[in-house]
């Protein structure tokens, strides 16, 4: 009977261990099937790593993507995080996962309903019709060789205003960012509805303005307890941030409403088709798409491309030895002529300046989130549904074993190489890749190097007594002191 008990005792035993055997291996094997999230810091109960984050948070992730490596995880209350800080990590995110990470979270503070949010191209679904008539349209209408070739003309005419401006306040301190927002601000309101938004001289004007595209970028941004805890707050404006967006929106419409009014008032026989406006009515677009696709558009492209241009002028001031070779090539190539956007391809050291530029202050260091549509695999690591994943594009275009010497203004590497910002080299992303590169990336790359030419082909500028400017963070008024070039 002992016996009898200690042989099915052992039997027992041996089927146990075997079983527990059986299912350490299933478990690895499911393990290495499904390999496991990024690393990231050790995030507190409930808080999550929102203790890390601080204001300019581009840098505070590339300083932690130093301890955690090229693809970390974060998490924000009850939300992922993914951050990718490498060349190869954005391959993986912006080209091979294109399509599953398309997606764009929506902000709470974005104050629309989800059929007003299918009718928006920043936060619709990238694979919805709607979503690529918009692209569609803006791609034909607006970006394409052929439409700007037919824009040239009023972009120029708005550059020598400028010019001319300037030649009336020679020796007197002008405020830089004011006269460039409000020339870059008016290139795009005669595109889209043939009209100046507001004069030259007009600091009030230039300033309100700016303050409805700041409110909405920073009710857009900044943290908000609603997308951290979605299921306890989603409801709840707590922060007041999609007050702050409504309000603002609201007030940026009403730039252009009225002419909206009139257009349509003329009927499509009467439209004058010649500019963006014209175009939509006869499309059938609806106000509140018109209205919600031109805040997107000025929202994106004035106040991005107007710090490129600012950003590109102080490095050239705080490195002198740029600034006269540029001259120099401006001289050798336009003599006393305005710039034209003809001539920007003869004008290689002035586009270096211009990449040097975006390499160093990205307009959207971390560009816009990406959200995952479904679970998939980047860099051997899990990316659950849903997480947020972002690409720091400026921690990518300073990492020491890409660039050399990453923190110098250094226009020269660009004539050595073949790097562009078209989305193709992962090295610099500055407008992003994929199905979410900016789509006014063309009109960006002629309005900055156009722009920036003109300034110093005519003038020689200096700071006021006592001034200097870093490029960082431009919280400042950009104030110089304009001297016509002999």
Known sequence: MAQAFDSQGINIILLFLVLTFIYLILKQLKKSYHPSLPPGPTPWPILGNLHQLKSMSHITLANLAQ???????LRLGTQILIV?????????????????????????????????????????DPLSDHWKNIRTSCRTELFSSKSLESQANLRERKIMEMVEFLRLNEGIDVNVHQIVFATVLNMFSNVLFSKDVVGLDEELGCNKVRGFLRGIIEAISAPNLSDFYPLILGKFDVQGLRKKHREMSMKMCALWETIVEERRKMGKDGLRDQ???????????????????????????????????????????????????????????????????????????????????????????????????????????TVPKNARVLVNVWAIARDPTVWKDPLEYRPERFLESTLDFKGNDFEFLPFGAGRRICPGLPMAAKIVPLVVASLIHFHDWSLPEGNAYETLEMVQPLLLTPTARK
Not at 67 to 73: A, F
Not at 91 to 113: C, F, G, Q, Y
Not at 114 to 119: A, E, G, L, T, V
Not at 346 to 366: D, F, G, I, S
């Open 275 to 381: 500019d963006f406006l014209d175009t939509l009515i006869y499309k059938g677009f609806t106000d509140d798409q018109i209205n919600k696709l031109f805040e997107e558009l000025f929202q994106a492209g004035i106040d991005t491309t107007t710090s490129t241009i600012n950003r590109t002028m102080i490095e050239l001031l705080n490195n002198p030895e740029s600034m006269t070779k540029l001259k120099k090539e401006l001289v050798s190539k336009l003599n006393q002529h305005f710039c034209k956007e003809s001539d920007l391809e003869a004008l290689p050291y002035l586009q270096a300046c211009v990449k040097e530029t975006l390499r160093l202050h990205p307009p959207a260091p971390l560009l816009l989130s990406h959200r995952a549509l479904e679970t998939c695999q980047v860099m051997n690591y």
């Open 67 to 73: 301890s955690y490596g090229p693809l970390m995880l």
């Open 84 to 124: 990718g800080s490498s060349p190869s990590a954005a391959i993986e995110i912006l080209k091979t996962n294109d399509r599953i990470l398309s997606a764009r979270p929506v902000p709470h503070s974005v104050p629309l309903t989800k059929s007003q949010i299918k009718q928006m191209s920043f936060w619709a």
